[in-house]
């Protein structure tokens, strides 16, 4: 079982408004051969506000990649690129860990318009 860790320092409710989370659409996922750790390459549609982004996950323990294009999740839009080997990643696709510490992605449990903001 892995331990968690503690709960982070309070912020208050504009720190939390700063960071945008969105709803996209995994519309195409790749094996990432070039990652040091087992990861994929995704291609996620957050709609026309936002556009379709790029973004490297590491969770290659609980899916491939044919089987979760169409997926909804929930990703961090508006952290700088970050460069990933040959990839630049451009969204923070959002998980938590299983008891194990492999990643489960967070996303919504029906189906919701894509592009739609966390609050």
């Not at 051969?33 to 290659?60: C, H, N, W, Y």
């Amino acid at each position: 079982m892995t331990e968690t860790s503690a709960a982070a320092p309070t912020i208050g409710f504009d720190d939390f408004l700063k960071v945008d989370v969105r709803v996209g659409r995994i519309v195409a996922a790749e094996v990432f051969k070039e990652a040091r750790k087992p990861a994929l390459k995704l291609t996620i549609d957050f709609g026309p506000e936002i556009g379709v982004k790029k973004s490297s996950a590491q969770i290659r323990v609980h899916y491939e990649p044919e089987a979760i294009v169409g997926k909804l999740v929930l990703a961090v839009v508006n952290f700088p690129p970050r460069q990933i080997g040959p990839m630049r990643s451009e969204v923070l696709t959002l998980g938590v860990p299983d008891a194990d510490g492999a990643v489960v992605l967070i996303g919504p449990d029906k189906d919701v318009p894509i592009g739609g903001r966390l609050f």
